[in-house]
């Protein structure tokens, strides 16, 4: 089930009033919230469900006998054999034809390359449950004893098929707490749905058909052409995943349940490093903590560190996607991180002689800009069907040749939708500026009623205005 | 107050801000549902001829002559703006077909039709042969069920707000009149004698808003980036749901449905080959079905007033085109009981 649906408003609006009428005590509401998810899952393809019930009892027997496990070597080899289940699932649903291509390329081998259609959002409820038997296995939290309790910890419906990316320590404790029904958690859940709808509707998916067209086939057009469709496939990307996460929070908190933060304003971040920082940030600090530190972190020799952060960026580019395309992604934010660690002393040196202050606000202002633009860059291969289209379009961003303003017609966008696109994107790059900038005065704003009705109702108005209802899948559900 | 004592109150509150919230965004919905009633020529012409020609296939009738050979062209754009029934009744006259009368079915931005195909000939008003211009969608979503109950978002979004594109309409024709009032009640009156020309032209309608050459013209030189001249389009004919229920409704109501070609640009694409062979073996087995000329006709820019649809000349030289190809098939259709 998609959130921007009318299917979706019915089943929440069913399924809210419903979990708050059975009783507090007992556990009526939980086997509500597990029937629930497993019936959203379910509208996607049904019998995929046997999958996410598979690995639910695989890791919570897994976290049993890591517990009660007597020796390390026990705990390590339960956790192994949890891992090697989710990842099993991962492997064999997402990159069995990848693998296969790449053998057939490199020896010949003639092997029959499966076309499998992926589980939604299996990447993510993998992940997600290995945070669970390794947490167990560090004994940072105790195994959880209830099965119910654990199956909604993997199937939780707000987040299950595109994150937040949760850890058993927050969101298993809220399943043993009863979830009070609360006005100022509805309303700031509410509020926070209503943005992400705008943000995916409004925004993304109406700059969609122009990144779809240019992309489609790179090679048919110029230079400004490509460059636009990449910067409008940065703000689609950010306006779609964000947008999915803000409804996600956003209906968890109505249900009483606080979900991880996943985006602070990535692209206003002064480095690589600290868009990392700010984006998808339950997947980065998930690589962080259970694969960069396992690796040594920071702890090793510099080459060591360098060749850790190229691996986990690696890896984390082959989690988005099996194609070649998302590793060279993830290998441009690696050489990124590894190029800023690099010259980061001679960047403070150079400025440091030139008597400019390290929180001057023009070094920041051109740290924004770099950092976007670099982002930018890398998001040219994240959207290539092809590393060559990719190279393609990087290799003539740059060049004007041939370009016509009347070309900006072809992109697929009449000018009056591209009109509001750019408006809409200047709306919401204002919003998150003003929110980062200036929180105290959008709290004071906020707190007068009449400002905060009109905000509610602009956001309304413009996701109907200029929304495309078309149940348009976000992008990261088929990761 | 403690804190248990806030939440118990929690409900009521919750349902008396829904309820503000619902009669606010309420309220200024029905005051942009006045103002869309109130001025129902503040659209884009696409929308008006979409509206205009559904209400025609939900309760109109296209035809109005008796005994004639009715011939309904269905397609998009490229239809809408492509095809002259009149002319093309004249031309099929002077071909040895007499008596036809031919209605543009055409719908912007539209590639499904079969509702409105389906409802004429229920209610009797449709068409004795329909021409084909595109291929319908290969995929008809599928039926609604437990897990998927709505399958379509669009037509319940813009059936719940009416208004949508209000905005998008009163800025366009503001623009185009320059934010003249004097000029947007021209623009408006304009409007309305469009739809009125439509209906008169029996659907054809030429898309001026989206014309921005001089003399309606494309220039000489024109080429778009995704234009691909070393390349055919082959058209394909998809089976699927959509073909089960084309070839069921004319089976069944004695309808005989054409394939006609579409039409591009000269350097759009290669010339098409002369016969599809693939396209053809769809349709193998199925009387109700014929297939004429090429996958589609080229015609110079100057044809064209922008890069998608013909101006009046083009039109002209197009539904001849039809004219020529489709009499034969007239004739079989003619000479049929």
Redesign the interface.
Same mark, same amino acid.
């Given at each position: 089930m998609i959130f921007t649906t009318v299917h979706f408003i019915l089943f929440f609006a069913a399924v809210f009033p419903l979990l708050f009428m059975l009783p507090k005590r007992g556990p009526a509401r939980l086997w509500f919230l597990l029937i629930t998810s497993y019936y959203f899952y379910m509208c996607s393809v049904p019998w995929y469900i046997t999958v996410i019930i598979g690995i639910t009892l695989v890791d919570y027997a897994a976290g049993l006998l890591i517990e009660r496990a007597s020796t390390p070597a026990r705990k390590r080899a339960w956790l192994g054999l949890s891992i090697a289940t989710n990842f099993g699932v991962l492997v064999a649903f997402k990159y069995t034809g990848f693998m296969a291509e790449n053998i057939n390329a490199a020896f010949d081998a003639g092997f029959p390359v499966p076309h499998i259609v992926l589980p939604l959002g299996v990447s993510f409820h993998t992940f997600q449950a290995v945070s669970y038997t390794i947490e167990v296995c560090r004994g940072r939290v105790p195994a959880e004893r209830s099965l119910l309790r654990y199956a909604i910890y993997v199937a939780f419906f707000p987040q299950m098929v595109a994150g937040p990316i949760e850890r058993p320590h927050n969101l298993l404790p809220q399943l043993h707490a009863g979830r009070e029904l609360s006005f100022d958690r509805f309303r700031s859940g509410f509020v926070l749905v209503l943005w992400g709808a705008f943000k995916k509707l409004a925004v993304a998916d109406l700059v969609s058909p122009a990144v779809n067209t240019v992309y489609a086939a790179p090679q048919q057009f110029s230079g400004p052409l490509l460059a636009l469709a990449t910067f409008l496939f940065a703000v689609q990307i950010y306006c779609d995943f964000s947008g999915y996460t803000d409804i996600a929070i956003g209906v968890a908190r109505m249900m009483g349940f606080d979900l991880m933060t996943n985006f602070r304003q990535p692209y206003l971040a002064p480095s690589i490093g600290e868009f990392w920082r700010r984006w998808h940030i339950s997947l980065s600090t998930w690589f962080r903590d259970y694969l960069y530190i396992p690796l040594g972190g920071n702890r090793v020799g510099t080459a060591r560190r360098y060749a850790n952060i190229m691996i986990v960026f690696l890896v984390s580019g082959l989690w988005h996607g099996a194609n070649w395309t998302f590793a060279v992604w993830g290998g441009l934010h690696g050489a990124y991180m590894v190029i800023g660690s690099l010259t980061a002393g001679a960047r403070a040196r150079l400025w440091g002689s030139l008597g400019v202050r390290a929180d001057h606000p023009a070094l920041a202002l051109g740290g924004v800009l770099r950092t976007f633009a670099l982002v930018m860059l890398a998001w040219v291969f994240f959207r290539a069907a092809t590393v060559r289209d990719g190279v393609h379009i990087v290799r003539h961003m740059a060049d004007l040749r041939g370009f016509r303003v009347t070309d900006l017609f072809t992109l697929n966008l009449p000018r009056f939708e591209m009109a509001v696109a750019f408006t809409l994107i200047g709306a919401v790059a204002g919003a998150e500026f003003v929110m980062v900038r200036r929180p105290a005065a959008v709290m004071r704003a906020w707190s007068w009623r009449p400002a905060r009705w009109a905000c509610y109702t602009a956001c309304a108005l413009g996701t109907v205005f200029f929304g495309v209802f078309e149940g348009a899948e976000f992008i990261y559900f088929q990761f | 107050m403690g804190d248990r004592a806030l939440?118990s109150? #929690?409900?009521r509150?919750?349902a008396r !801000?829904c309820f503000l #919230?619902a009669a $606010? /965004?309420g309220a $200024?919905c029905a005051a942009l549902w006045l103002v869309n009633a109130r001025f129902p020529y503040v659209r884009s012409g696409a929308t008006l001829v979409t509206e205009m020609k559904r209400g025609l296939a939900e309760a109109g009738r296209p035809f109005a002559r008796d005994g004639s050979l009715r011939v309904m062209a269905f397609g998009s754009s490229k239809t809408l703006s492509g095809f002259i029934p009149d002319l093309f009744d004249r031309e099929a006259a002077r071909l040895g077909v007499a008596g036809v009368e031919s209605y543009n079915f055409g719908l912007p931005g539209e590639f499904a039709f079969v509702e409105e195909f389906e409802a004429m000939v229920d209610r009797g008003a449709g068409p004795d042969v329909a021409l084909l211009i595109i291929p319908w969608p290969a995929e008809e979503l599928p039926a609604p069920s437990v897990?998927?109950?709505?399958t !379509?978002?669009?037509p %319940? %979004?813009d059936a719940v /707000?009416p208004f949508?594109k209000?905005?998008?309409d009163a800025? %366009?024709m503001a623009t185009e009149s320059g934010f003249s009032p004097s000029r947007f009640r021209a623009a408006y009156a304009e409007s309305e004698r469009t739809v009125k020309q439509v209906a008169l032209d029996r659907g054809y309608y030429f898309i001026a808003r989206q014309s921005h050459y001089a003399n309606d013209q494309l220039p000489a030189a024109f080429t #778009?980036?995704?234009?691909?001249p070393g390349q055919i389009a082959p058209r394909v004919i998809p089976r699927g749901p959509v073909f089960d229920r084309i070839s069921k409704l004319c089976r069944e109501r004695g309808v005989r449905c054409i394939y006609v070609p579409s039409y591009f640009r000269e350097g759009q694409y290669a010339p098409a080959r002369g016969h599809n062979p693939e396209a053809a073996s769809v349709l193998a087995g199925h009387d109700e079905f014929a297939i004429v000329g090429p996958d589609y006709l080229l015609y110079p820019n100057r044809l064209f007033s922008d890069?998608i649809h013909t101006n009046r000349v083009g039109a002209e030289d197009y539904t001849r085109a039809i004219a020529a190809l489709v009499a034969p098939e007239l004739k079989k259709g003619r000479a049929a009981p």
């Open positions: - | 939440q109150g #929690a409900p509150r919750i !801000h #919230a $606010v /965004f $200024v897990l998927r109950p709505i !379509h978002n669009r %319940i %979004i /707000f949508r209000l905005p998008r800025f %366009i #778009a980036p995704t234009d691909t890069p």
